[in-house]
């Protein structure tokens, strides 16, 4: 679960922390084949993976001597969880407005 330190939306709300998801949403990888795959540096994935992690969206594992990091979905599950409670509550003001609107014009 997000910790108090960096919630899932700021988390994301880097592009490059969004790649490096969106890379893990795909499947597990290493800090090595991520960077491999960014315009960053490996010191650079590897803090972005600890803000990763800390807010809950990626967990790691040990596999030798390097680390493997994949999406967590509780982390993933609570940001949606936050993201269908901000459609809901856009929906039901919509509705609220156009059911007012309709009432104005009779």
Known sequence: MATDLVDGWTALGDPTRRAIFERLASGPSAVGVLANELPVTRPAVSQHL????????????????????????????AVRDQLDRFWNQALATFKDVVEQDTQEVS
């Open 50 to 77: 600890k803000v990763l992690k800390d807010a809950g969206l990626v967990t790691s594992r040990r596999d030798g001597n390097r680390r493997i990091y994949r999406a967590d979905p509780d982390g993933v599950a």
